[in-house]
């Protein structure tokens, strides 16, 4: 896909976006809303992935967002809009301070342990019963908004623009080619004087502040949090395998992924509520095995393709 094919397809799925809730209802925009969340997850992930490394820690600082959000307007008295900026602010302090003791791993080694400080989050929040509501989570008086579903979506959609604009910057600064080096040859990189250390920190600080940012949109939409529902398995498998779907190393790929399997994944879950992650976890081999840049890398071959057979 070229450049302008994808600024044209771009243009179009952001006029779709901007004119959807001047004609819905309460529940398309919600399930637009849901899409437009995983949609900015999957971005995120894949800037991190444009590294070379792979996190599975998406869900756990998604719902240190959400924790953030709930108990800075709850414990703090934060106003809503304030509290939300918390959540990004302390998702990038808490990837910050973790990142110095991580980024050090590489390939598997670094995306077991992200696997694990979901799972560590959960259990933190799970067992502060006096502080974080425990099991049972906390529920907030009054929801942002009002819980005006028109409102709410215009809250996501500024969401997904945050994650997008990062997206675009690191595809456009030289962030993108410091990444890129480390992913196809760190000795390469570091010898050509790339910081590989400050590089990755910078990618896994951002994303995770954007991460923690949309944990804290969610949480005050819906006006509670509990563990469970917080570090779902579901914010970072979904958003994985949109990514895969789509096409990794780009911004249009996710967003592709996001917008079909978003939509199916809205109908598994009314058809299989226990077992759609099963299908995730199908897509994601699948892909892996039979279309390893994704839909993307399908379309480019096709493109080249008939550009030999013009020529």
Not at 14 to 33: E, K, M, S, T
Not at 43 to 53: E, F, K
Not at 62 to 81: D, N, S
Not at 86 to 106: N, Q
Request: glycine share 12%.
């Amino acid at each position: 896909m070229n450049r302008n094919t994808a600024r044209a397809l771009a243009v179009i799925i952001g006029a779709l976006a901007i004119a959807l809730p001047a004609f819905a209802g309460a529940y398309p925009l919600q399930v637009a809303r849901n899409v437009m969340m995983y949609m900015a997850l999957a971005v995120t992930w894949d800037m991190l992935l444009r590294s070379g490394q792979i996190s599975f820690g998406i869900a756990g600082l998604f719902g240190l967002g959400c924790y953030a959000a709930i108990l800075g307007a709850l414990r703090a008295g934060m106003p809503a809009w304030l509290s939300i900026l918390f959540a990004a602010a302390f998702s990038g302090l808490a990837a910050f301070l973790i990142g110095f003791l991580i980024l050090r791993l590489r390939a598997m080694y670094f995306s077991i342990v992200t696997l694990a400080l979901a799972e560590i989050f959960r259990i933190i929040i799970h067992n502060l019963h006096d502080f974080t509501g425990g099991p049972e989570g906390v529920v907030l008086q009054k929801i942002i908004l009002g819980g005006d579903a028109g409102k709410l979506y215009w809250l996501t959609f500024a969401g997904l623009a945050v994650a997008l604009g990062a997206s675009y910057w690191f595809e456009k600064s030289r962030i993108h080619f410091a990444l890129t080096a480390i992913r196809n040859n760190e000795t390469s990189a570091k010898s050509s004087g790339v910081d590989i250390f400050r590089w990755l920190l910078v990618a896994f600080v951002v994303t995770s502040a954007i991460q923690g940012l949309l944990g804290g949109i969610y949480a005050q939409s819906f006006g509670f949090a509990t563990p469970d529902s917080a570090c779902d398995a579901n914010f970072t498998l979904l958003p994985l395998a949109m990514a895969l779907l789509g096409g990794i190393h780009s911004t249009v790929g996710p967003v592709l992924g996001a917008i079909l399997l978003g939509l199916v994944s809205e109908w598994l879950k009314l058809k299989i509520p226990y077992g759609h992650l099963v299908v995730y976890g199908i897509i994601i081999i699948v892909v892996i095995l039979f279309m390893p840049q994704g839909l993307l890398g399908l379309a480019r071959k096709a493109m080249r393709g008939s550009g030999r057979r013009s020529a």
